[in-house]
């Protein structure tokens, strides 16, 4: 083998591996944001149910107002393996739907955290019906179910 053939061998022997590191690292980072979005929404739910204040879900709508943009960067292509994963093929092949859909939730979620300041219950209340939908708008195309 000649030396710039063994290179490019070695280089792609390593090169492999790295990225499914990478990717792997990118699986875990975006389940733990879905998953502090979950925590975040039940205590809003929480305040909801308790009959207010609504300014106690100023926090938690601001965690997910912040995370929400960036959704769209947790899937790079090619993080649609690496690690235990939902994440749908059509995330990468209806790339345009998934962006939107992404960008439609953030609207809402920003939406959720001037419901809260606001500290109408009621209006918290609906706003946290809408990003709830928000949140199946995205999960019934590009989520898998529970396995
Ligand atoms: C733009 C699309 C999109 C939006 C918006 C979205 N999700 Fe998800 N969600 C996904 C995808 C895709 C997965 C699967 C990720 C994976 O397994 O790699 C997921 C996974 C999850 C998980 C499982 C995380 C884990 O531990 O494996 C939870 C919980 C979750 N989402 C909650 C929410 C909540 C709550 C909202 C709204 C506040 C929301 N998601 C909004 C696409 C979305």
Redesign the pocket.
């Known amino acids: 083998m000649n030396r710039a053939l063994l290179a490019a061998t070695l280089a792609a022997a390593v090169a492999a591996p790295v990225a499914a590191l990478a990717s792997a690292a990118i699986?875990q980072e975006?389940?733990a944001g879905?998953?502090m979005?979950?925590d975040s929404?039940r205590a809003i739910q929480a305040v909801v149910q308790a009959g207010g204040p609504a300014s106690a879900a100023v926090e938690p709508a601001r965690a997910?107002a912040e995370h929400a943009p960036k959704?769209k960067t947790l899937f790079p292509a090619g993080s649609d393996q690496g690690a235990r994963?939902?994440?749908l093929p059509t995330?990468w092949s209806d790339r345009a739907g998934?962006e939107g859909?992404?960008d439609a939730?953030t609207a809402q979620a920003q939406a959720l955290l001037a419901a809260a300041r606001g500290g109408d219950l009621g209006a918290l209340r609906s706003a946290l019906e809408a990003?709830g939908q928000?949140?199946g708008n995205?999960?019934r195309p590009?989520?898998a179910p529970e396995r």
């Open positions: 699986i975006r389940q879905f998953k979005m979950g929404m997910i959704i994963t939902r994440a995330i998934f859909r992404a939730f990003t928000a949140c995205c999960h590009h989520r």
